[in-house]
């Protein structure tokens, strides 16, 4: 009979064919593992900076989506820390405070109406 295969040559054939099987499977969960998702993949959110701006930023906070983020920035003049809220998405951000104290470290209300503030007693010292 020239079409049987003998028990040891199909045996090597079983293991050749799960070898390859097992191969693909591990080099198919290795590529879905480590690939890196794209945006629109990761629970529809998209990556944005909230500042860009020159000199120092401290301790952003943000309410919910689509809410305003608060953050401490020394100004363009860089000369004094002030509490900034920005929307997201918009250009510029909303100055709150304008007094020669450093204010710092602003967070939401638990209620998303105030934001609270460090604010220090003295100016911001020379460099």
Do not use: Q
Request: with cysteine.
């Amino acid at each position: 009979m020239a079409g049987e295969m003998s028990p040891a040559r199909a045996w090597k054939r079983f293991a050749v064919v799960a070898a390859l099987i097992i191969i693909g499977g591990i080099g198919g969960a290795c590529w879905f593992y480590f690939r890196t998702p794209s945006t629109s993949e990761v629970a529809g959110l998209i990556t944005v900076p909230l500042t860009s701006y020159p000199g120092d930023r401290n301790l952003p906070e943000f309410l919910a989506p689509r809410r305003p983020g608060t953050f401490g920035w020394d100004g363009e003049g860089e000369d004094n820390f002030d509490i900034y809220v920005k929307l997201i998405g918009s250009e510029f951000p909303h100055r709150l405070t304008t007094d020669p104290a450093m204010d710092l470290a602003p967070a939401w209300s638990p209620d998303g109406v105030s934001i609270v503030f460090r604010s220090s007693l003295r100016k911001r010292l020379p460099d």
